[in-house]
C-alpha cells in the first residue's frame, strides 16, 4: 500500500472511495467544495495494486480568541473502501497527514468522530471542550500538534462546512 498526495487524476476516483464510505454524495461533495474553495490543505490518498481504496482530507479552520484569528485545521473525511477496512489503510492516511501538518508548521487539528478510535492518535474530547464550535459534544475532539496550539477559542470552519448542516 503507497500512502501519496493526491494527484489531479485522482479526483473522480477520490469522490467514489468516498460516496462509498459514506453511502451518499454528502462528504465527496465536501471533499469538492474545499478543493474548489482553496481550503483543503491536504489531501491523502492509499492505493492498493494501482487502486485508489482510501482518501483522507485535511482543511483549514480558523480560531478566534482574544482578538486574534489562528489557524487550525480539520480532518474530514477519512475514507476507506469497505473491502479494505480494518487492514490499517485509516490509521496510515491519519499518521502521514499528521506528520505532513506537522512538517508544514500546523498546530492543531480538530475532529468530529468516535473518541475511541480517534483517541489512538491523542485526539482529545476534554481539551475540545475548551472551544466554542457549532459541532461540540462528546465526539468533537482536538489533537495539539505542538506545544504552541491554542488552548481555547471560537472555531470557524471552512463555508463548505456549512452546506452539511
Partial sequence: MNIRLEASGD???????VRAAFAGD???DLVDALRRDGDLLLSLVAEDAGRLVGHVGFSRLWIAQAGQRM?????????VSSDHRRRGVAAALVEKGHAHLRAAGETIVFVLGDPAYYGRFNYSVDAAAAFDCIYAGPYFQVLALTDHAPKAGAIA????????Q
Fill in 11 to 17: 479526483v473522480a476516483a477520490v469522490g467514489n472511495v
Fill in 157 to 164: 470552519y471552512a463555508s463548505a462546512f456549512d452546506r452539511l
Fill in 26 to 28: 454528502q462528504e465527496a
Fill in 71 to 79: 489557524p487550525g485545521v480539520s480532518l474530514a473525511p477519512l475514507s
